[in-house]
């Protein structure tokens, strides 16, 4: 399941809408709908749209914030709380972290002030109220909209904004992992609280936040985990090295023999010179097996067009392209092309799980 739908880029960002955003804008039209009929629905569909730009001015306030520390981002998420610009990488030091994140605020703040200013001009010419009866409510609840949403990115629950202050303030004195890690339970507790308020209240809009807040948090968390755990390791630092292999003419017998005798779940498949050609995985023999005979050579049956790693692939770009690959594993190749190792899922999950012991004993 897809979870968000890209809809523009504008400056090399993509702009992409979360489902459970689409899911509110929905719940309101029809809310709207049942108790004024198809006008009250389109005049709720515009606000929400106009609500969708003060949350994107909101993002890009952060984004251009991230560009002066040359920083891109590549995509902004929208969801129910406001939106998640994911940038390329984090900010370095803490202060410009505390920088990115105060600068989508700002720039609420800064459309609340215009409203605020709109609202004083439009309140001495009733001329102009009486005009158009949808802009006379349009303003105000804008207004609101942003002071609300100032306030609520503002709260010190991570990953709102007032979150990722708490955590550049935390970082800045303990560390990057400390700092993410306080912050994430802040914002779960947070996220049980909206929650309970929720349920208290029969407030459908504030479990979807508090589910989103909960989970943000954690994926944040185990992020932030991943690659503080991850740093100065390589593709070649985590790889096992000690492998089978299997030549291009070797049959599924003989495959499954390997398999049955050891741990190893998938094969580089190599040519005489121990070139890579291929990757058999065991959904592939199981597949093969079942379709073709004992007797069938491994390279009927494996997966071609696996791009391989080279030992020097730095531990979060290595763990990028296994996710992006769809296989269980990817053989790592040397500079002459020769299969020295391979990675799979369970060494990532087995150094997130001893490394940390290491780095603190150490
Ligand atoms: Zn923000």
């Given at each position: 399941m897809r979870w968000s739908f890209k809809v523009a880029t504008v400056a090399g960002t993509?702009?992409?809408?979360?489902?459970?955003?689409?899911?509110?804008?929905?719940?309101?039209a029809f809310d709207a709908w049942q108790r004024g009929g198809m006008v009250a629905a389109r005049a709720s569909v515009v606000f929400l749209l106009l609500v969708f730009g003060c949350i994107l001015l909101h993002e890009f306030?952060?984004?251009?914030?991230?560009?002066?520390?040359?920083?891109?981002?590549?995509?902004?998420?929208?969801?129910?709380?406001?939106?998640?610009?994911?940038?390329?990488?984090?900010?370095?030091?803490?202060?410009?972290?505390?920088?990115?994140?105060?600068?989508?605020?700002a720039v609420t703040l800064a459309i609340a002030a215009a409203l605020w200013g709109l609202l004083r001009v439009l309140d001495g010419s009733s001329d102009l109220l009486t005009f158009d009866p949808l802009r006379l409510r349009l303003v105000p609840a804008l207004f609101q909209l942003n002071v609300a949403l100032l306030l609520f990115n503002l709260l010190p629950a991570f990953p709102m904004d007032g979150g990722r202050v708490l955590r550049a303030i935390l970082a800045s004195r303990k560390g990057l992992a400390w700092g993410t890690r306080i912050a994430a339970r802040v914002g779960?507790?947070?996220?049980?609280?909206?929650?309970?308020?929720?349920?208290?209240?029969?407030?459908?809009?504030?479990?979807?936040?508090?589910?989103?807040?909960?989970?943000?948090?954690?994926?944040?968390?185990?992020?932030?985990?991943?690659?503080?755990?991850?740093?100065?390791?390589?593709?070649?630092?985590?790889?096992?090295?000690?492998?089978k292999l299997l030549r291009v003419y070797a049959t599924l017998e003989?495959?499954?023999?390997?398999?049955?005798?050891?741990?190893?779940?998938?094969?580089?498949?190599?040519?005489?010179?121990?070139?890579?050609?291929?990757?058999?995985?065991?959904?592939?023999?199981?597949?093969?097996?079942?379709?073709?005979?004992?007797?069938?050579?491994?390279?009927?049956v494996m997966s071609r067009g696996v791009v391989p790693l080279t030992p020097g692939v730095p531990f979060e770009e290595a763990l990028q392209r296994l996710r992006t690959s769809g296989l269980p594993a990817l053989p790592v190749?040397?500079?002459?092309?020769?299969?020295?190792?391979?990675?799979?899922?369970?060494?990532?999950?087995d150094l997130l799980l001893v490394r940390p012991h290491l780095v603190k004993s150490s």
């Open positions: 993509e702009i992409k809408i979360h489902v459970t955003f689409l899911l509110l804008v929905g719940w309101w306030g952060h984004i251009a914030m991230a560009r002066r520390f040359g920083i891109r981002t590549p995509d902004v998420l929208l969801s129910p709380i406001g939106g998640v610009a994911r940038l390329e990488r984090m900010p370095e030091e803490p202060k410009q972290e505390l920088l990115v994140a105060l600068a989508g605020p779960q507790i947070f996220a049980f609280a909206f929650g309970a308020i929720g349920m208290y209240t029969g407030s459908f809009l504030l479990l979807i936040i508090a589910a989103f807040v909960y989970f943000a948090a954690e994926a944040e968390a185990r992020a932030v985990h991943t690659r503080v755990t991850g740093r100065g390791v390589t593709a070649g630092g985590m790889m096992i090295t000690d492998l003989e495959a499954v023999k390997l398999l049955l005798a050891g741990e190893q779940r998938e094969f580089p498949i190599v040519d005489n010179e121990g070139r890579l050609e291929g990757l058999l995985t065991r959904d592939d023999l199981v597949r093969g097996l079942a379709t073709a005979s004992a007797n069938t050579t491994v390279e009927q190749v040397n500079a002459s092309g020769l299969v020295v190792g391979l990675l799979t899922a369970d060494n990532i999950t």
